[in-house]
């Protein structure tokens, strides 16, 4: 709201503009983040204080317990699923790095105009969703004899870290100068020394956005780590928690919901801190 | 320095083992969805004999697929009105700095940025039928009877309600930094001009600066229209399509059919119904690109 506007509106004795903006977004960070304060809540609670319908369930009705951490840590895969999803997480970054950073670089700077348009068909690969690769993707896993195995992930994960990730590199390398490049060049290096001993080291913001955005997507995916790991101890956060911590029809709540909150906010922090970034890729040249 | 011989092959050669790996692993499973939809495969058999449009067939004429059909453009399209809706208002609210906007924009980002299984079990938890809060809220309030509280996912309209209320408040903080970003590159003299000239804050925002964000927001919305048509996620964890087949969308119904129900051929030509979508989404997208001059 400009402040030429919010004046207008005390001079005509409405409400002064800043409570309107507060309500606002008093409302969405309530709504927004309710479910989150509620996993807090739940995971900390006794048992016996949860299923009690009587109870104000925003209240701590009996003390606070620890014994729900206790059991997800001791007592389910829970540790594992966390490892699982790190290592993978480290896997696949390193493979999107490895075909990412010169593949933009190349379509940046050395193919011209038709390279351009080959990074926009790649951005375009973005969109083409798991659920319509799930089934003949099950097959290539299989093919692969990788099925219940972390790697039919780790091997599958690039296929959406890379178009995001080669997107946002194309940018990130047509924004320096290229006659840092040609000045090297002049030096004596060839392109292929230049891209590695100078593009490469004043590019590690960029490269370090696309380790965070991939690690994130690894993190979130659910589809595919459905369809493909069927061992409970093979599996990521993402379809660990939901679907193992589950016995039958018996949901452990208090565990399951600090398992959502210890494996969510890490990864919150990290995306929030790179966000500007990551929304620039999205746009799609839409702000400039 | 101009691109020179020895360049010509650098490029190429630097860019083709990414191009190999996408072709390799997403050429080959889209075509592979394709032959499997005109196909009899199923898990167990290798054998393969082309059916011609018999699997689109036998999906339309079952009335799970057809309701998952509607349910996909009742969910997308009502999720992404309460999206656009949102979006824009929260972000008009956080476009001025203000202390504590850190926090909020922190908090507000939450349910997009959380994995979304681990997002989706929670509402499960909310909404629970015997321990919801939203239940109890209802209940102090004495909105609803003890004994008589809504079952947010076990009645089939309700369940629909919950369903588009979660996807919408998983991607109501994407489009809103989205609109955000669109809405801080608007330069600042041109609303403030407009207000001096006398035109209210209303005024401005409909005819000045929403026109300025048509190609973001259209942005917001393929994004959107896409992250949410091909969503099974939400489905699967909240209600695994039921009460009754009522919330079932395309994908989570190619997930039952083909990989719970090993009906490969099936499942495949059930997602291939969201080629369609996709194909648009991505024209549209191209044309924003282009007249914005990216292309």
């Not at chain 1, 400009?2 to 969405?28: K, M, N």
């Not at chain 1, 739940?42 to 369930?57: A, C």
């Not at chain 1, 790697?151 to 599958?156: E, G, K, N, Q, T």
């Not at chain 1, 997107?167 to 060049?185: N, V, Y």
Request: net charge positive; aromatic share 12%; with cysteine.
């Amino acid at each position: 709201m400009s402040d030429s506007a919010g004046a207008r509106g005390v001079r005509r004795g409405r409400l002064p503009p800043g409570v309107l903006r507060w309500a606002v977004v008093l409302v969405f960070s309530v709504l927004l983040a309710f479910p989150f304060l509620w996993m807090g809540i739940t995971s900390f609670k006794q048992t016996t204080d949860l299923y009690n319908i009587k109870n104000n369930p925003f209240l701590f009705n009996l003390p606070p317990t620890l014994e729900h951490l206790k059991l997800l840590f001791n007592e389910t895969l829970f540790l594992r699923w966390l490892l699982n999803t790190a290592g993978a997480g480290a896997l696949v970054v390193l493979i999107t790095l490895v075909l990412a950073v010169p593949a933009a670089y190349a379509l940046a700077r050395l193919t011209g105009r038709w390279g351009q348009r080959l990074g926009i068909g790649i951005f375009l690969t973005y969109l083409i969703p798991p659920t319509l690769l799930f089934i003949p993707m099950s097959r290539v896993v299989a093919l692969l004899g990788l099925q219940d195995s972390l790697w039919s992930i780790i091997v599958v994960y690039p296929t959406f870290t890379l178009p995001f990730s080669i997107w946002l590199l194309m940018a990130f390398f047509k924004s320096i100068p290229r006659e840092l490049e040609d000045a090297a060049m002049v030096d004596g290096l060839t392109r292929f020394g230049a891209f590695l001993r100078l593009v490469v080291p004043i590019s590690l913001s960029g490269i370090l956005t696309v380790v965070i955005f991939s690690f994130t997507l690894v993190t979130q995916e659910f589809v595919y780590a459905l369809t493909f790991i069927s061992s409970a101890k093979n599996q990521t956060v993402s379809v660990g928690v939901p679907i193992y911590l589950v016995r039958g029809d018996v949901y452990y709540w208090g565990s399951l919901m600090a398992a959502c909150l210890i494996s969510s906010l890490p990864v919150a922090v990290l995306y929030n801190v790179f966000l500007d970034r990551f929304i620039a890729g999205f746009t799609v040249g839409a702000v400039k | 320095m101009a691109v020179t011989r020895q360049d010509r092959w650098l490029g190429p050669a630097m860019f083709a083992p990414a191009l190999l790996y996408i072709a390799g692993l997403v050429g080959v499973p889209l075509v592979l969805a394709f032959l499997y939809s005109v196909g009899d495969v199923t898990v167990g058999s290798v054998g393969y004999h082309f059916v011609g449009l018999a699997n689109f067939r036998s999906v339309l004429q079952n009335p799970a697929f057809r309701g998952a059909l509607w349910h996909s453009f009742v969910f997308t399209i009502a999720a992404q009105l309460i999206v656009i809706v949102g979006a824009n208002v929260l972000a008009l609210a956080l476009r001025n700095p203000f202390r504590g906007r850190g926090l909020v924009r922190f908090l507000t980002l939450l349910p997009w940025v959380a994995p979304i299984s681990l997002g989706a079990i929670g509402w499960k938890w909310i909404l629970d039928s015997i321990y919801s809060v939203v239940n109890w809220a209802l209940v102090s309030l004495h909105l609803v009877k003890p004994f008589d509280t809504p079952m947010w996912l076990g009645e089939p309209s309700l369940a629909m309600i919950s369903v588009i209320l979660v996807h919408a408040w998983r991607m109501l903080p994407f489009s809103t930094v989205i609109l955000l970003a669109g809405l801080t590159a608007i330069p600042r003299d041109i609303p403030e001009a407009a207000a001096v000239d006398g035109a209210g804050f209303w005024r401005t925002h409909f005819e000045i600066t929403l026109p300025m964000m048509r190609p973001i927001i259209s942005v917001a919305l393929l994004f959107g229209i896409v992250f949410t048509f091909t969503d099974m996620t939400v489905v699967y964890i909240l209600t695994r399509g039921g009460p009754y087949d009522s919330t079932h969308v395309v994908p989570s119904y190619a997930f039952f059919a083909g990989i719970l129900g090993g009906s490969l051929a099936e499942g495949a030509a059930a997602s291939i119904f969201l080629v369609p979508i996709l194909v648009l989404v991505a024209w549209a997208m191209l044309r924003v690109a282009h007249r914005s001059e990216v292309v």
